[in-house]
């Protein structure tokens, strides 16, 4: 079946810092894969999205770029906020039903 | 637009009991989902429907009921509350099935099972 494995947090870094976050995937198909944030007492919102391979997506200064050839999908941001203290979810869905399969979760907390 | 809404926001319930989670969305999506939180595994599908009066199983469906009696309304049951469905319930909705497709959450429902 489908899996997704992301680094354990907690992150912690100091603002301004680059923050990575790694994300693989399993998967049988070709997966539309996602970043979704969870900000503190919130639901989630997406976060980003690729949907085929070599793919770029970018918001509010992050990024992630869909790699086939490592099944990768890592998160980066070069200057990270305070604002951006949060959980960071990696995600994968294929076809017939858009179901999503998550990763654990990373928990991110920028210092000032 | 409210987007999807969910009550209660938090209940505590004793093992045995029943009740019933309500998911609604303004947004005419065709598709809605439940997925509970548990630390360290990120979210897990419960149940998902396609469409009014459709309903199927997800990851994982034991000891939920779920209904789609309205587009708009997703509900989410528990029959006879376990500790161990003791989590963070979220409500989904999209647009359609196709993959990549956002996904848009309720704000979440916290259950406490003693």
């Known amino acids: 079946g489908n899996s997704v494995t992301q680094m354990e947090g907690p992150v912690t870094l100091s603002e301004e810092a680059f923050l990575t976050i790694n994300c693989t995937y399993t998967?049988?198909?070709?997966?539309?894969l996602f970043w979704y944030v969870q900000y503190p007492g919130e639901g989630l919102q997406l976060l980003l999205k690729?949907?085929?391979?070599?793919d770029k997506g970018s918001n509010k200064g992050f990024e992630a770029t869909y790699r086939k050839e490592t099944t990768s999908f890592h998160l980066e941001k070069g200057s990270v906020q305070v604002s951006d203290s949060a959980v960071y979810f990696c995600?994968?869905?294929?076809?017939?039903?858009?179901?999503?399969?998550f990763g654990g979760g990373t928990r991110v907390l920028v210092k000032p | 637009n409210a987007g999807v809404t969910q009550t209660p926001k938090f209940r505590v319930l004793k093992t045995g009991q029943s009740m019933t989670l309500l998911c609604a969305q303004d947004?005419?999506?065709?598709?809605m989902y439940w997925y509970r939180q548990d630390p360290g595994m990120g979210l897990r599908l419960i149940h998902y429907?396609?469409?009014?009066?459709?309903?199927a199983k997800g990851e994982v469906p034991d000891g939920y009921n779920v209904s789609r009696l309205k587009k708009q309304n997703f509900l989410l049951g528990l029959e006879s509350a376990a500790p161990s469905q003791t989590s963070v319930y979220f409500c989904?909705?999209?647009?359609?099935?196709?993959?990549?497709?956002?996904?848009?959450f309720g704000p979440g429902t916290r259950l406490l099972v003693l």
């Open positions: 989904a909705s999209s647009v359609g099935g196709r993959a990549g497709e956002t996904q848009y």
């Open positions: 998967a049988t198909g070709y997966p539309s």
């Open positions: 690729a949907t085929k391979a070599d």
């Open positions: 995600a994968l869905s294929e076809a017939a039903g858009n179901k999503l399969t």
């Open positions: 947004m005419n999506h065709e598709y």
């Open positions: 429907s396609v469409g009014e009066g459709t309903t």
